[in-house]
């Protein structure tokens, strides 16, 4: 059974600095499966990213995702205040606990 | 656009049974795998179960299984979870969710629904 875990637990920035959030899984996985949700408070997940790089319909190319084998990364170059929120990472059927921006 | 709605939740005892619905439209919902996951509050996200097009593949996780019947109605796009036996750690936002087309086997969720909670206490 793969897990997921996601670093930081939470992210301190300012809109308009860059974000890093890590996912490692505990064995490699395929690049195709990877993907990167964003959750507001009293919303449903959101697909950001899927297949490790690929951006979802409508989202805007400030979100990245990168890596491979156990490590990939989920990069918002510049935050907007409309980013500062949960951010999930999910390999099949396990989910990392997430990372939380939020507003420094 | 392509829209999923749930519905059913509410407040059950321990031991009791809901039956939660999702109704969509937007896409060729009898062509697609769709699923629930649910969120505790302050939690994460757990899968609850999928189904493929035609029902002949079902996925429960050990926490549900036994418990839980997933089923869908192709002719109403309707997709339905059956809760039976439920526990005070049942309790949950439930989403259904449709799994990515392009890429059935990464169980990629594209389009979510609002959520329905589920709360399970005497």
Do not use: H
């Amino acid at each position: 059974e793969i897990v997921l875990a996601q670093s930081p637990d939470t992210l301190s920035l300012s809109p308009g600095e860059r974000a890093t959030l890590s996912c490692r899984a505990s064995q490699s996985v395929s690049s195709n499966y990877l993907a990167w949700y964003q959750q507001k408070p009293g919303q449903a997940p959101r697909l950001l990213i899927y297949g490790a790089s690929s951006r979802a319909t409508g989202v805007p190319d400030r979100f990245s995702g990168s890596g491979s084998g156990t490590d990939f990364t989920l990069t918002i170059t510049r935050l907007e205040p409309e980013d500062f929120a949960v951010y999930y990472c999910q390999q099949k059927l396990a989910f990392g606990g997430g990372t939380k921006v939020e507003i420094k | 656009q392509v829209q999923l709605v749930e519905s059913g939740g509410g407040l059950v005892k321990p031991g009791g049974s809901l039956r939660l619905s999702c109704t969509t439209s937007g896409f060729s919902f009898g062509d697609d795998y769709v699923s629930w996951i649910r969120q505790a509050p302050g939690k994460g996200l757990e899968w609850v179960s999928y189904i493929s097009p035609t029902s002949a593949t079902v996925y429960y996780p050990d926490s549900v299984r036994g418990r839980f019947t997933i089923s869908r109605d192709n002719s109403r796009n309707s997709l339905y979870l059956q809760m039976d036996s439920l526990r005070a750690e049942d309790t949950a936002v439930y989403y259904c969710a449709r799994i990515l087309p392009a890429n059935i086997y990464s169980l990629t969720c594209d389009y979510w629904g609002q959520g329905t909670l589920v709360t399970v206490s005497s």
